[in-house]
């Protein structure tokens, strides 16, 4: 494959603010923000709740204050936030980030009294509020801050939780983010001795040579386990913040905040898991015939990501982006053209180096209108469709664009939805560019490996995540403990698939400790399923799908995921037999790689 253009794996953030964390630029537009805030509290304090329809022009003026402090605030997080990924040792950053987290509770606290306030309209006023011309498109938010104001506790205890969060719920999240950067993993690679960061060692689960795959996860382990008791406390503290405050709140289920951000209901949940878990034994069995492809009775951990052929397709950057580009342009002109702007733009950093955090992600610049993708890319079919997945978020906000900014805060389940998307048309492009029956194998193998991460891994991650926070409402849960919880959900999760599990994953998984989304498991498996229902449309439909599929993703934060499977895909998305549909395309590709590999061994 020829490439047209270089592209930069280094992405390219002097646009926003330059001179990095230094800058004066930011300094400037940090000073701004707190000016904002400031003056956002003032409004805050200053509005009244509304006693008819004719002040609906105040409410809008409201909400435009609103989203002019909240963009700038986001733009200034999400710039710093890419500092630090970029680099962890960058000090200065992390002070920033302790600046914003300050900021940020000043800003929820003054958007609290300001739903306060707004919420307490009476019931015809409110209806009549909700027809006007000027609030009728903010509709479903401002019924969103309506309830959220009726399950929450009074004004001020919720701004006394904010304002203890900096320092106490927060602060154990980017406590997190210092412990894994500052882990170093010395190892031979491929005859040369390396000082790898956790995101280098991970990407060598999928290495060739198992003796690399094994001491690599084993010094991780080695790695997780001597500060075991460090993770352990952010955790159990993380946790026990949550409790406490759902506890105030009269709270009585760990899912409820997850649920309530996901617009979703316990019903939707429930329906997924249990078509999943009904129909998990052709991935089991897919499992069981890897290891033996493998030399192993059963699976090893450290084996899941292994390539079961010596012809593993590998792609240097250049031509990852460039195969990208070619089959986002098969779906359609709007999702290549754009993603081909944030290559040429440098808006990706996939440079694989030392001191990077672990993981990839997308963050949105919205004051820019503009996005940053981060990873590091190491050249396997597996960064190609981690950076194809990530596009998917961007071209997310990319579709919002025309949307009004406070109609854009979509929930994480359908945030995971068109990045899974973007993720399958690469997965299915590469295994029909297959020249060989071995090579299609390979490649069928690492597109399975995907519903078997959303159907076993975020099962176990989901299964733990429960468990643990039964226990951790009696006390404290020793690292001990938190192991045990793991190996127990992973062996279930797997349907009994694994011969060795990974014991340390709860301290090695960074979602966990992301503060600012609780339960960050189930949206991705939702995401995917979802996105195979859009996916089936889409190969139906052809071209002509593109603009139906940008009015879906506008919709995505203006209904619950129920409206939105009903209106644009016709299903109801309660029941199990839609989920049911969506694992069984996956079983396809897990029949095919069986009748390959019995044909081929």
Known sequence: ?????????????????????????????????????????????????????????????????????????????????????????????????????????????????????????????????????????????????????????????????????????????????????????????????????????????????????????????????????????????????????????????VLKEPLMRNWMSQETLDAMWGAISANKAPFAEYLKRKAELLGNENMNWYDLDAPVTSSTKEMPFQEGAEFILEHFGKFGPELEAFSRKAFEDSWIEAEDRADKRPGGFCTGMPVSEQSRIFMTYSGSMSNVATLAHELGHAFHSYALRPVHYMNRQYAMGVAETASTFAEMIVADASVKSAETEEEKLALLEDKIQRSVAFFMNIHARFLFETRFYEERKNGIVPAARLNELMAEAQKEAYAGALDTVHPHFWASKLHFYITGVPFYNFPYTFGYLFSLSIYAKALTEGDSFEQKYMALLRDTAVMSVEDLAMKHLGEDITKEEFWAKGVALCVKDVEEFLKIASEER
């Open 1 to 253: 494959m020829t490439t047209t253009k270089t592209y930069s794996q280094v992405w390219d953030l002097d646009v926003f603010f330059k001179g990095g964390s230094d800058s004066e630029e930011l300094r400037s537009h940090l000073d701004a923000v707190k000016e904002q805030i400031g003056a956002l509290e003032n409004l805050a304090a200053a509005t009244q709740t509304p006693t008819s329809m004719e002040e609906a022009d105040q409410v809008l003026h409201v909400i435009d204050e609103i989203k002019n402090t909240a963009k700038n605030l986001r733009e200034a997080g999400a710039v710093i936030g890419c500092f630090i990924a970029a680099n962890t040792k960058d000090k200065k950053a992390l002070l920033l980030q302790g600046e914003v987290g300050s900021l940020g509770a000043r800003f929820q606290t003054a958007m609290l009294k300001i739903k306060q306030v707004v919420a307490k309209t009476e019931e015809s006023v409110w209806k009549g509020l909700l027809a006007t011309k000027q609030l009728s498109e903010f509709d479903f938010v401002l019924q969103e801050w309506r309830e959220e104001v009726q399950l929450k506790l009074s004004e001020e205890e919720e701004s006394l939780i904010t304002a203890l969060s900096v320092d106490g719920y927060q602060a154990w999240g980017q406590l997190y983010d210092q412990l894994v950067g500052d882990i170093t993993i010395e190892m031979n690679v491929d005859g040369e001795k390396k000082k790898l960061s956790v995101g280098q060692a991970n990407n060598l689960s999928s290495h060739a040579d198992v003796k690399v795959r094994k001491e690599a996860f084993e010094k991780l382990e080695e790695a997780w386990e001597s500060k075991e008791d460090f993770f352990a406390s952010a955790l159990n503290h993380l946790a026990g913040f949550r409790l406490a405050v759902y506890e105030k709140r009269g709270w009585d289920s």
